[in-house]
């Protein structure tokens, strides 16, 4: 018998309407190797078929018990599983999300040597078919010991806006001591919906001495794009609005908030610039990446490569310069563009354009590397290919 399997580790799961993926979300929990679990499943109200699912996996496996409230929102449920944990640790998975099936095994082994009081780990993101390892951390047990050192692992892993350092402020991905995350949790304001995650993951710092940052991305974050699409502009700067004095809240209590407000200042700033780049209605069009040296492409004839929200932002950039013309503009899936002032075309067309550079405007390193190959395959020499890395506003 493992030391490990000692210890029981109680996971709950905030479901509400989530019938499409509630059984790969509960059958990734029951795959754990760590087996001493207490699977928390509360139906917050839901109306599709998700209440059923529960009620059978329940039947299916003594480890999980279901809770059936009336819609109180995901703070009002997480409270209402929390109250009902029974182990030494506590996890959260989202009800639309899934999990590797050691994750939880390799957690308790760090928290057990650490002793720290919860453990962070990456994730992987998945949208639109596509992963994405989420990291942005080196491996390391943070000592707190006081005040200050807290204040600086905040700003400097969760308000750090551009810094690229930074951890997830969701509550999946992570395992904590129980005692300790009943008692951040608790003091959440049921109200508070947006940006709970943050404000608690916040008083988990400001109450902690020591925490665990892991590099095991073992947490699947499942993006789905009717998440944000619905809500107004207007909408989204009142809650940033609020959640910014929900921070400041939180600061004061804990006595600290004079030598926080700047960097809490700092991060209002950041998160208007990423309401900007929504595509929510209403919103105010907010160029987020840029090319940095803009002067080399100064007097050249121009094919920007790639019209996603690069190249979309590449285009208001250049536009703005007398001193460049943009010929043509090309990508993989060119159908699926249509905008009132440049055609977009197939990547074949460009072999009849007459230009100095062809201008890769994609983000992720892997498919500029992609493009690059696909331009010299067709012939276009080396020197015509313009690549680097977007510049990134915030």
Known sequence: MRKTDWFKISIIVPVYNAEKYLLKCIDSIRAQTHENLQIILVDDGSTDQSPKICDYFSEEDFRIEVYHIKNIGSVGARKYGLKRAEGEYIGFVDADDYIEPGMYLELLNI???????????GHIEEKDGLEKRVCYFEERVADLCDIESRIKFIQRYMLGGTNKECISSSLWSKLYKEKFIKKCFEQLLDKQQYGEDLLCLCRCVLECNRIALSENTLYHYVVRKNSLSHLDYEDFVINEVCLWHFLLDVFKEYNCLDESKSGILDFLKYRMLYVMSLETKNRILMPRFFIKEIRNL??????????????????????????????????SHWEKYRF????????????????????????????????????????????KIYLEEPGIYY
Request: net charge negative; glycine share 8%.
């Open 111 to 121: 928290l057990l040597e650490s002793d720290a009081d919860f453990v962070h780990s």
């Open 298 to 331: 100064f007097g050249k004839k121009i094919v920007l490569f790639g019209a996603g929200k690069v190249g979309q932002d590449y285009y208001f950039q250049i536009s703005k310069y007398k001193d460049c013309k943009i010929v043509g503009w090309i990508d």
């Open 340 to 383: 009132d002032c440049i055609k977009v075309m197939d990547i074949r067309s460009v072999t009849s354009m007459i230009f100095d550079f062809v201008v890769i405007a994609v983000g992720d390193v892997g498919n500029r590397t992609a493009m690059k190959k696909i331009l010299t395959d067709m012939g276009i020499p080396m020197e």
